[in-house]
């Protein structure tokens, strides 16, 4: 069946807009996350959503990052008035439940100029 | 101290060699473990899962994992130049607000060389 889809894969913008970054779980998956990788860097946990609970936003690194999820569908990772340190690649996964195996999208490269 | 920690590597072995990779973890409740291959400019890739204490096997990759010794490793046996990649030691603690996510380790870069 599909993987993980996100959109877009690539995305420039310029410092302080805002930008969306849209992910489509696999179908029937429970478990939605983000994450971030750095150029050179390991993946850093954002958010995740478990069905209908409220989300762990723990990983979000300020208020500027926010992100929904519709019921066990597409997310969207909302960052305003971006900043060159937010360059990377917002990566999403979706599992079964919470402590199963997760699978990746091949992911957003955000660049702030 | 570090959630995850691996051998930053890089590793570098010949082809048919058996490559080794090591991870260790500080939260002794850890209940999941994975490891995920990543090329450089891709998405990290799901190759093995491991739940419970021991060896497991599928294809060419063996998991091993020790809860005493807080310890993960995964063997590439006759490592093949397409296992060139980074490889990450994720690990889920499987509980309460934690329960969802991953943390994972700074990769091992690993290169098979013909």
């Known amino acids: 069946g599909a993987g993980v889809s996100q959109s877009p894969s690539n995305k420039v913008t310029e410092k302080g807009k805002d930008v969306e970054l849209r992910c489509d779980p696999i179908s029937g998956h429970t478990a939605l996350y983000w994450y971030r990788q750095r150029l050179g860097q390991g993946l850093e946990f954002l958010i995740y959503f478990q069905g209908n609970s409220a989300p762990d936003k723990s990983g979000l690194p300020s208020d500027r990052f926010s992100a929904e999820r519709t019921g066990e569908s597409v997310s969207t990772l909302t960052i305003q008035r971006t900043q060159q340190e937010d360059s990377a690649v917002y990566l999403c996964?979706?599992?079964?439940?919470?402590?199963?195996?997760?699978?990746f999208g091949p992911g957003t490269r955000l660049t702030v100029l | 101290q570090k959630e995850v920690e691996q051998n930053s590597g890089p590793l570098s072995v010949p082809e048919g060699a058996i490559a080794s990779l090591n991870c260790t973890y500080s939260?002794?409740?850890?209940?999941?473990f994975f490891w995920y291959r990543q090329y450089s400019g891709k998405s990290p890739e799901l190759i093995m899962s491991i739940y419970s204490n021991g060896d497991k096997e599928d294809g060419r990759f063996t998991a091993q994992l020790n809860k005493a010794s807080q310890y993960v490793s995964l063997l590439i046996r006759d490592s093949q130049p397409s296992d060139s990649a980074t490889y990450l030691c994720a690990v889920n603690k499987g509980r309460g607000s934690t329960l969802g996510r991953l943390y994972f380790g700074r990769g091992t870069q690993l290169t098979v060389w013909p």
């Open positions: 996964a979706s599992s079964f439940r919470g402590y199963n195996e997760q699978f």
């Open positions: 939260d002794r409740g850890s209940q999941s």
